[in-house]
């Protein structure tokens, strides 16, 4: 599974941005899609995720500001982000898992939250 990520770039704090990540294959056979992010000096971290059924999942530190998800027809996950942090920062990187196979990585998309 090939994974293209996009939508990064520089916001100020409490900003908006959204990230797309389409996929090579039909999204109906990806068991769950998701969004992990790593900041400088940080550990990757789970931000989001989303079913092939629709449930999603959050991470703590984004929950209320950050939406992801999906449309079947153009097999794309998105991330909506508002009320954008610094502690926002961090290279933004798809995931796609099938169970089958494993997982799948997009190349990164920076997001820089900065005044």
């Known amino acids: 599974v090939q994974l293209q990520a996009s939508g990064g770039g520089l916001v100020q704090p409490g900003g908006s941005l959204r990230l797309s990540c389409a996929a090579s294959?039909?999204?109906?056979?990806?068991?769950?899609m998701g969004w992990y992010r790593q900041g400088p000096g940080k550990q990757r971290e789970l931000v989001a995720a989303i079913t092939s059924d629709g449930s999603t999942n959050y991470a703590d530190s984004v929950k209320g500001r950050f939406t992801i998800s999906r449309d079947n027809a153009k097999n794309t996950v998105y991330l909506q982000m508002n009320s954008l942090k610094p502690e926002d920062t961090a290279v933004y990187y798809c995931n796609a898992f099938i169970r089958v196979i494993g997982s799948s990585w997009g190349q990164g998309t920076q997001v820089t939250v900065s005044s």
């Open positions: 294959v039909s999204i109906f056979s990806i068991n769950v």
